[in-house]
Nanobody, 126 residues
Framework: QVQLVESGGGLVQAGGSLRLSCVVS????????IGWFRQAPGNEREFVAG????????VYVDSVKGRFTISRDNGENTVYLQMNSLKAEDKAVYYC???????????????????WGQGTQVTVSS
């Protein structure tokens, strides 16, 4: 059974930074694309960033480009989301998800992902 556990969320002032971690257990992530999504109250869950199985392709939603960086450590079965220059609009529950298709391309739609974590709350005070 593949399980994903997010951590690293919390309360931060606008302009601050957080690093989210997604630890995967039950299977090596070496062949998985990993994505980060977020959901704010009253909003649909949206794609934030993704990294393909070998790390040579990353995709970001426009609103976080230049501020967020996704990376992976396959040896640790962990994917990270470094979030800098946080804004009030970044407040949301952040989820990581795994796409087992072994594609070279990063999927950005929810239905392309097979496994999901429970989420970690990020709150940004202005």
């Amino acid at each position: 059974q593949v399980q994903l556990v997010e951590s690293g969320g919390g309360l931060v002032q606008a302009g601050g930074s957080l690093r989210l971690s997604c630890v995967v257990s039950g299977r090596s992530i070496r062949s998985y694309t990993i994505g980060w999504f977020r959901q704010a109250p009253g909003n649909e869950r949206e794609f934030v960033a993704g990294i393909n199985w070998n790390g040579d392709s990353t995709v970001y939603v426009d609103s976080v480009k230049g501020r967020f960086t996704i990376s992976r450590d396959n040896g640790e079965n962990t994917v990270y989301l470094q979030m800098n220059s946080l804004k009030a609009e970044d407040k949301a529950v952040y989820y990581c998800a795994a796409d087992r298709s072994h594609s070279d391309y990063v999927a950005i739609t929810l239905t392309d992902y097979d496994y999901w974590g429970q989420g970690t709350q990020v709150t940004v005070s202005s």
